[in-house]
């Protein structure tokens, strides 16, 4: 079985920074790639950030340049750094791997994010 262990989240002033952390373990064979995803009320699930095996990064529009996404491949975990943080950011977090050949796709249970104006 596949864990995913996210830490971080909690209410912060706008402006004001979090450091999200997702540690995986489990029966994880050839992790592809990891990232964060998020959903607000009332709103899909979008992404906000991945990186893959090889360190290449993708991010929303809406983050570039004010949140990081990093990830320590010997400890299977992911980082989200995030700054400037606005009410909009406000959302469930959720932490997502996609491992394996298949490959499969694989989500945490979510941490809440509050920024408050």
């Known amino acids: 079985q596949v864990q995913l262990v996210e830490s971080g989240g909690g209410l912060v002033q706008a402006g004001g920074s979090l450091r999200l952390s997702c540690a995986a373990s489990?029966?994880?064979?050839?992790?592809?790639?990891m990232g964060w995803y998020r959903q607000a009320p009332g709103k899909q699930r979008e992404l906000v950030a991945a990186?893959?095996?090889?360190?290449?990064?993708n991010y929303a529009d809406s983050v570039k340049g004010r949140f990081t996404i990093s990830r320590d491949n010997g400890k299977n975990t992911v980082y989200l750094q995030m700054n400037s943080l606005k009410s909009e950011d406000t959302a469930v977090y959720y932490c997502?791997?996609?491992?394996?050949?298949?490959?499969?796709?694989?989500w945490g249970q979510g941490t809440q994010v509050t920024v408050s104006s």
């Open positions: 489990g029966s994880i064979f050839r992790i592809n790639a």
């Open positions: 997502w791997i996609t491992y394996g050949v298949r490959p499969y796709d694989y």
């Open positions: 990186v893959t095996n090889g360190g290449s990064t």
